[in-house]
C-alpha cells in the first residue's frame, strides 16, 4: 500500500495552487479532520472522547453514510463540529469520468451543507479541482496521515505518524471507519494527550 505520511513541497506544486494542505499560522495550533464517515458506533465514539476533551473537529462525511446514519450527521453539527464533502460514494477522482465524479459531489451536496471538500484517497484531476474551485468549493488536503486505514500498522504507529509530521497550521487526518478503527481509538487519544501536553491548541477547518 502506498501513500505518503506528509506532502512534500515539490508535489504540492505539481498540484492546483487552490488546493489548501495546511494553514500558516505562528501559533502553535492544528486542525484535526475525519474522513469516510459518519458511522453510528464510530462516529460517536470519536465525538465523545472530542466532548470530554471540550475538542472541535471537521468531518469529510460520505454522503451515502449521512443518508444511512443521520443522526450521528446531525449530532456532528450539533455539538459544533465543522462538515465537508467527501464524495457520495467515495471516488477515485483519477479514476472517474469528470461529469461522473461532479455529480456524484453534487448528490452528496443535498445532505451535507458545506463548500468544504476532500477528495477521497487524496486523487483528483486538475481538471476536477479547477472545476470545484471555480465554483467556491475549498479544496482540503492534508500535511499529516496517519494511516490509521492501513492494517498493517498499529495504533501507535498511527500515532506517531502524526507526531512526526506535526507543525503549526498542521492539518490532520483520521478516519472514522470500520476499516481504520482498531488503530484510530488508540492513536487519537494520544494525540490529544500530546497536544495537551506540548501546548497545541486543537481546532476545526
Keep these: 500500500m502506498a501513500y505518503l505520511i506528509s506532502i512534500p513541497w515539490w508535489l504540492k506544486r505539481l498540484h492546483n495552487k487552490g488546493l489548501i494542505w495546511s494553514r500558516s499560522t505562528k501559533h502553535k495550533r492544528i486542525y484535526l479532520s475525519f474522513d469516510d464517515g459518519p458511522h453510528p458506533i464510530i462516529t460517536n465514539y470519536v ?3 472530542l466532548k470530554e476533551q471540550t475538542v472541535k473537529a471537521t468531518f469529510f462525511c ?10 450521528t450527521f446531525e449530532r456532528i453539527i450539533k455539538e459544533g463540529h465543522t462538515i465537508g464533502n467527501h464524495t457520495h460514494n467515495h471516488l477515485n477522482g483519477w479514476k472517474t469520468d469528470n461529469l461522473q465524479y461532479y455529480k456524484n459531489i453534487l448528490q452528496a451536496a443535498k445532505y451535507i451543507p458545506s463548500k468544504l471538500f476532500r477528495p477521497p484517497y487524496g486523487k483528483i484531476k486538475p481538471t476536477q479541482a479547477n472545476y470545484l474551485l471555480k465554483r467556491g468549493w475549498r479544496i482540503i488536503m492534508w500535511n ?3 494511516a490509521d486505514f492501513d492494517a498493517s500498522l498499529d495504533g501507535i504507529s ?7 509530521t506535526l507543525k503549526n497550521g498542521s492539518i490532520v487526518v483520521f478516519h472514522d471507519s470500520e476499516k481504520a478503527f482498531d488503530r484510530m481509538k488508540i492513536a487519537l487519544p494520544l494525540l490529544i494527550q500530546y497536544c495537551i501536553e506540548h501546548k497545541y491548541e486543537i481546532r476545526a477547518l
Excluded: R
Aim: proline share 4%.
Design 158 to 164: 498511527c500515532f506517531n505518524n502524526v507526531k512526526s
Design 144 to 146: 499529516s496521515l496517519s
Design 62 to 71: 460520505i454522503g451515502e453514510n449521512v443518508t444511512k446514519y443521520p443522526e
Design 47 to 49: 465525538l465523545d472522547i
